[in-house]
């Protein structure tokens, strides 16, 4: 006899689909796998292998030089040293720094070259262009400046909020307006203008550029980034003649210098495309004056704002760091 085959109602068991039961898997067995974010190329823990190595760079794929050991340890090694406010070093302090590098692991240097490939190709065009330290550094004494009133913002914002207008000793380079605060910026200070911006988180900067400040600032805020004081530098002359190209840029540039000798929040160089070099001149002169009257504004301004320090990086292949940073360069030469 034939087993039965139907339903009650008529229906065979051979054309109904049975749907299978969701597997029960408990929590304690799935595993969250922590995707590592990549790290951004060309950083360096030691400000002096940041900008020793930058220096090697350059002469190595723009000016198309091979250099001997006695080349480096004699000029690129002290003219970084000189560029971050270090004294010059002899007899074998030159080659153990040397020597550290090639002993990293990854080894930094092979020889007398880059271990890293990114030196060779478009990861390393902000690096490229970046200014002389000791040339921000200079520039960041004794400018030209003056406070801007705005007691009406600060009563409308209940914060604190401080404007300077700036010009440095050197009239190739914009004059500038700084606009710092503690709270929510305004319809006027800033303002809506092209600018780049810092915010002075826990032990760290994060760099960043905006033309409408006053939503770009509550959009950090809101996605929980935690900062104490901001401030917005923006070009004094009319603004609409500084083109998106070279603001992207300038931002890029700003990333790459700071984060030679602070630490940096940011995991990549902004757009970091670069752009023809009728913007990119612009942007690097931007740069240059930007970091100056950052420089100037933190050291010489004391506007009662907690962590009103800049988050230099704590340790340096150099004794004195980082006090000599913010020493005038210009005195060091006439000691």
Same mark, same amino acid.
């Given at each position: 006899?034939?087993?039965?085959?139907?339903?009650?109602?008529?229906?065979?068991?051979?054309?109904?689909?049975?749907?299978?039961?969701?597997?029960?898997?408990?929590?304690?067995?799935?595993?969250?796998?922590?995707v590592?974010?990549?790290?951004?190329?060309?950083?360096?823990?030691?400000?002096?292998?940041?900008?020793?190595?930058?220096i090697?760079?350059?002469?190595?794929?723009?000016a198309?030089?091979?250099?001997?050991?006695?080349?480096?340890?004699?000029?690129?090694?002290?003219?970084?040293?000189?560029d971050?406010?270090?004294?010059?070093?002899?007899?074998?302090?030159?080659?153990?720094?040397?020597?550290?590098?090639?002993?990293?692991?990854?080894?930094?240097?092979?020889?007398?070259?880059?271990?890293e490939?990114?030196?060779?190709?478009?990861?390393?065009?902000?690096?490229?262009?970046?200014?002389?330290?000791?040339?921000?550094?200079?520039?960041?004494?004794?400018?030209?400046?003056?406070?801007?009133?705005?007691?009406?913002?600060?009563?409308?914002?209940?914060?604190?909020?401080?404007?300077?207008?700036?010009?440095?000793?050197?009239?190739?380079?914009?004059?500038?307006?700084?606009?710092?605060?503690?709270?929510?910026p +305004?319809?006027? @200070?800033? &303002?809506?203008? /092209?600018?780049?911006y %810092?915010?002075?988180?826990?032990? $760290?900067?994060?760099?960043?550029?905006?033309?409408?400040?006053i939503?770009?600032?509550?959009?950090?805020?809101?996605?929980?980034?935690?900062?104490?004081?901001w401030?917005?530098?923006?070009?004094?002359?009319?603004?609409?003649?500084?083109?998106?190209?070279?603001?992207?840029a300038?931002?890029?540039?700003?990333?790459?210098?700071?984060?030679?000798?602070?630490?940096v +929040?940011?995991? @990549?160089? &902004?757009?970091? /495309?670069e752009?023809? %070099?009728?913007?990119?001149?612009? $942007?690097?002169?931007?740069?240059?004056a930007?970091?100056?009257?950052?420089?100037w504004?933190?050291?010489?301004?004391?506007?009662k704002?907690?962590?009103?320090?800049?988050?230099?990086k704590?340790?340096?292949?150099?004794?004195?760091?980082?006090?000599?940073y913010?020493?005038?360069?210009?005195?060091?030469?006439?000691?």
């Amino acid at each position: 006899m034939n087993a039965d085959t139907t339903t009650t109602t008529g229906e065979s068991i051979e054309n109904i689909t049975i749907p299978l039961a969701s597997p029960v898997i408990a929590d304690d067995l799935i595993v969250k796998v922590e995707v590592p974010k990549p790290k951004m190329p060309l950083v360096y823990d030691d400000p002096l292998a940041a900008v020793f190595l930058r220096i090697l760079a350059w002469e190595k794929h723009v000016a198309k030089r091979e250099l001997l050991v006695k080349d480096i340890v004699n000029d690129q090694v002290q003219m970084a040293r000189l560029d971050l406010g270090l004294k010059k070093n002899t007899k074998g302090a030159p080659h153990a720094f040397i020597q550290s590098l090639r002993k990293k692991q990854p080894p930094l240097l092979v020889k007398n070259a880059h271990a890293e490939k990114g030196w060779a190709n478009n990861q390393a065009w902000s690096l490229r262009h970046l200014p002389s330290h000791r040339l921000v550094r200079t520039l960041s004494w004794n400018p030209v400046w003056s406070p801007i009133d705005s007691a009406s913002e600060q009563q409308k914002n209940d914060s604190n909020v401080f404007q300077f207008s700036i010009a440095l000793r050197e009239p190739a380079l914009p004059k500038l307006i700084l606009t710092v605060g503690n709270g929510k910026p +305004t319809a006027k @200070t800033p &303002g809506n203008v /092209k600018g780049v911006y %810092f915010l002075r988180e826990e032990n $760290a900067f994060y760099i960043g550029q905006s033309d409408e400040f006053i939503i770009r600032c509550p959009q950090h805020i809101m996605k929980g980034r935690k900062f104490d004081w901001w401030v917005f530098i923006a070009p004094q002359e009319p603004n609409g003649t500084f083109p998106f190209d070279s603001l992207y840029a300038a931002e890029s540039l700003l990333i790459s210098f700071w984060k030679e000798t602070c630490l940096v +929040t940011n995991r @990549t160089r &902004g757009k970091d /495309k670069e752009p023809n %070099f009728g913007f990119l001149q612009p $942007a690097i002169m931007f740069v240059v004056a930007a970091s100056a009257a950052l420089l100037w504004l933190v050291r010489e301004q004391d506007l009662k704002i907690t962590k009103w320090t800049i988050p230099f990086k704590p340790k340096c292949s150099g004794r004195g760091w980082p006090e000599c940073y913010l020493a005038n360069p210009v005195k060091e030469t006439a000691d």
